[in-house]
Nanobody, 123 residues
């Protein structure tokens, strides 16, 4: 079955950097997916952070543009989120998401989530 596993979170000072990873297994072989990052701070709703499509196109929330960079290594089934110039307001649990399965002979209609990795930024 599908599993997404995030790693790379930690506690850093404002202005520092982190590189988050999301490794996927069990996704349907005939499908391609958008790979997304979301985050959720205590008492807040989950919010979109970044997306990378199956062909490499990227999208970012306004709050992280210029500081966050999403990339992928298909051979390793891994998506990365490089975070630079961290701010205290970036503190949240960061979740990896595989969404919008598509493609010829793709029959999957699932939407999959990892367990999250914590990012804490101090001022």
């Amino acid at each position: 079955q599908v599993q997404l596993v995030e790693s790379g979170g930690g506690s850093v000072q404002a202005g520092g950097s982190l590189r988050l990873s999301c490794t996927a297994s069990g996704l349907h072989l005939r499908c391609t997916y958008d790979m997304n990052w979301y985050r959720q701070a205590p008492g807040k709703e989950r919010e979109f952070v970044s997306r990378i499509g199956s062909e490499g196109g990227t999208s970012y929330a306004d709050s992280v543009k210029g500081r966050f960079t999403v990339s992928q290594n298909n051979a390793k089934n891994t998506v990365y989120l490089q975070i630079d110039n961290l701010k205290p307001e970036d503190t949240a649990m960061y979740y990896c998401n595989a969404a919008r399965p598509s493609g010829f002979r793709c029959y999957d209609r699932g939407n999959y989530w990892g367990q999250g990795t914590q990012v804490t930024v101090s001022s």
